[in-house]
């Protein structure tokens, strides 16, 4: 069965460190997303992508982060100089059509460890 | 503002008991609500996901109703087994905007 597939599985890092999330999407999904969850509390939205652009983020998404479609498979998070809460767990998600209406299918996620 | 509260916060059952677990929304407008299972450390898989027209739908021995009028939602566990511990999140899709609003799950534990 496709699946979404996310590396590293956990990555630690120092304080202003810069961070890659890589994302391999189900291979037929056109939008694809990044969410986090900050230990013990709710999933958020990040971003969306969609057609080689950002379609809508979240005010989470700030200047120090940025997304990018390299090629036809990946698609990444960075995080410039991360920041101590910035740990978390950051999970990519793909979908065929837009969520709104449609199934969204999650990675099993990046932990992310700053200290 | 859109928000989507789950109740309870945890709950602990035994082996082969049933379970109902709860979801109040107040997103508008409503596109749909969907039943995830988290297991701890992993991403979220989706169980259920319900239009406003639809006010059941059931996966093997997981049923999800919906209320589109009150606005509540909830997830029943038939015959649980200790498979079933883990995180069910309740996530609503506004019809604009594209995101997903998450609640912040129940946290389900079975017990032999």
């Known amino acids: 069965e496709p699946e979404v597939t996310q590396t590293p599985s956990h990555q630690v890092t120092q304080m202003g460190q810069e961070v890659i999330l890589r994302c391999v999407p189900i291979?037929?999904?056109?939008?694809f997303y990044w969410y986090r969850q900050i230990l013990g509390q709710k999933v958020e939205f990040l971003v969306s992508?969609?057609?080689?652009?950002?379609?809508?983020k979240s005010e989470i998404f700030d200047d120090q982060f940025s997304v990018e479609r390299p090629d036809g498979s990946n698609f990444t998070l960075k995080i410039r100089s991360t920041k101590l809460e910035d740990s978390a767990m950051y999970f990519c998600?793909?979908?065929?059509?837009?969520?709104?209406?449609?199934?969204?299918?999650f990675g099993e996620g990046s932990r992310l460890t700053v200290l | 503002k859109n928000q989507v509260e789950q109740s309870p916060q945890s709950l602990i059952i035994l082996e082969g008991k049933n379970c109902t677990l709860q979801?109040?929304?107040?997103?508008?407008?409503?596109?749909?609500l969907r039943w995830y299972k988290q297991d701890t450390g992993r991403g979220p898989v989706s169980l259920t996901i319900?239009?406003?027209?639809?006010n059941t739908k059931s996966n093997g021995r997981y049923t999800a109703t919906l209320d589109a009028d009150t606005k509540q939602s909830s997830l029943h566990i038939t015959a649980s087994q200790l498979s079933d511990s883990a995180s069910y999140i309740c996530?609503?899709?506004?019809?604009?905007?594209?995101?997903?609003?998450f609640g912040q799950g129940t946290e389900l534990s079975v017990k032999p």
């Open positions: 998600a793909s979908g065929d059509i837009d969520i709104t209406y449609g199934e969204l299918f």
């Open positions: 291979s037929n999904h056109l939008y």
């Open positions: 992508f969609y057609n080689n652009e950002i379609s809508e």
């Open positions: 979801c109040n929304y107040t997103v508008s407008p409503f596109s749909n």
């Open positions: 319900m239009t406003f027209s639809e």
């Open positions: 996530v609503v899709s506004a019809v604009q905007g594209g995101k997903l609003i």
